[in-house]
């Protein structure tokens, strides 16, 4: 186990290693572009030891905003042939070449954190984010809506959490025709049986040629996609942003005025997505209106997102008490459960600290048992993409970004954190 000096250390030079000037990377080779939620996490990794550098990172990434809001979920900043898909395969129509969709919507939180460290040094870069912050989350509202409040994705990257056993049932129901053959880069950085297998890619591309097939018309991908689920990772991020947003238009005495009806009608959606059977928040298809019956660890962000538990904290126990480091992407109660394969078990410390920081927020002492769990985790398995949660063995990626800025901003003794815990 590292020296936890030792590490305060090696985050920071993570950070500094991954940074390409103005934007960064998850990490070399595997991830050799600008990720939507990864940098947001990677902002509030840089406030810790330059907040001009991170506000760079948060204008970076929404200087690629498309003219309708939407903000993609890979910058292409300069093409790498270590990385496939790339912008010829997406075909994205923003200003810079990118991706066609988006990811979960934890920028105006990251923004509110890192201002939240230096007020006065961030109110002119966050007063110049906001409208654009806005302008996004208006865009889910009007393109992601399930229909019933609840926030929907098009494709299983759009959720970052690519394979996770919650997609299976509507991946298997896609027939990948037209698709062109390939050859894949991750692997071959990556254990294969730490990625997701060569037939979930096939449904990625075949989801990603019908985007760009239709120059990424989301009107016309409303009635053509096969793949359209309501799912809690995006409604109780976008949600809890939501919230963050209008705190920070109430700073800035800007107007906030449509951003409480976007509330109430997530917080419905909400309601939608409890899966009584499972007793835990669950996706849905929006095809066939079933549940995939899936317990991950997006069930745990209802704290987060400031809405009602109801019985989640006794599946929350019950999924801690099978691993020693969570928490695990997948219930390890489920034969889907996979340790080290990507999102079908491993435990994220980004993840973790979201849900513990909504935890906090609702004064439950496993907010404070989670963040020193994950501090463990990171002591022992270094600063993996993610980690075995029944051992804490290093698993995907490795020097990866967002787990530096976790231990930057919230893991580590060592250095001084932000003011999220006493300022709500």
Not at 171 to 176: A, D, L, S, V, W
Not at 328 to 342: G, I, L, N, T, W
Request: hydrophobic share 40%; charged share 25%; proline share 7%.
């Amino acid at each position: 186990m590292k020296d936890v000096r030792d590490l305060d250390g090696e985050a920071a030079e993570i950070m500094r290693m991954n940074d390409r000037g103005g934007y960064s990377v998850p990490t070399a080779g595997l991830y050799p572009y600008q990720w939507n939620w990864d940098s947001a996490f990677a902002a509030y990794g840089y406030a810790f030891l330059d907040i001009d550098r991170a506000w760079e990172e948060l204008e970076t990434l929404f200087s690629g905003q498309w003219p309708d809001g939407m903000v993609p979920h890979i910058l292409f900043h300069q093409v790498d042939p270590s990385y496939f898909p790339g912008p010829d395969i997406w075909g994205g129509v923003g200003p810079l070449p990118s991706s066609g969709i988006s990811q979960p919507p934890i920028a105006a939180t990251m923004a509110r954190l890192v201002w939240e460290l230096d007020i006065d040094a961030g109110r002119d870069r966050v007063a110049a984010l906001y409208p654009k912050m806005v302008a996004w989350h208006r865009w889910f509202m009007a393109a992601r809506d399930d229909g019933h409040g609840a926030i929907c994705l098009t494709h299983p990257w759009e959720a970052g959490r690519d394979n996770a056993p919650d997609w299976d049932g509507p991946m298997r129901r896609i027939e990948p025709h037209g698709i062109a053959p390939y050859e894949r880069r991750d692997t071959g950085h990556v254990d294969q049986d730490m990625r997701p297998k060569k037939a979930d890619y096939d449904r990625y591309l075949y989801l990603v040629k019908q985007g760009h097939d239709c120059g990424w018309d989301q009107a016309h991908l409303l009635g053509i996609n096969p793949f359209r689920m309501a799912d809690p990772t995006m409604t109780f991020t976008l949600l809890r942003a939501t919230r963050d947003l209008i705190w920070i238009g109430q700073q800035l005495g800007a107007d906030t005025s449509e951003l409480p009806a976007m509330i109430a009608r997530m917080e419905a959606g909400t309601e939608t997505l409890w899966n009584p059977g499972l007793n835990a928040y669950d996706v849905r298809d929006m095809k066939t209106g079933e549940w995939a019956n899936a317990v991950s660890n997006a069930a745990f962000l209802c704290w987060y997102a400031g809405v009602d538990p109801k019985d989640t904290l006794v599946t929350y126990e019950r999924v801690q008490a099978k691993v020693r480091f969570g928490v695990a992407s997948h219930d390890p109660d489920s034969p889907a459960f996979e340790p080290k394969r990507y999102w079908r078990g491993p435990s994220w410390a980004m993840m973790n600290m979201l849900i513990a920081m909504g935890m906090d927020e609702a004064g439950l002492e496993e907010g404070a048992a989670l963040r020193r769990q994950t501090a463990r985790m990171i002591e022992t398995g270094g600063f993996s993409e993610y980690f075995d949660p029944t051992t804490g063995a290093p698993a995907g990626g490795q020097n990866f970004t967002w787990t530096a800025a976790v231990w930057l901003g919230w893991c580590s003794p060592n250095v001084r954190r932000g003011r999220w815990a006493q300022s709500r």
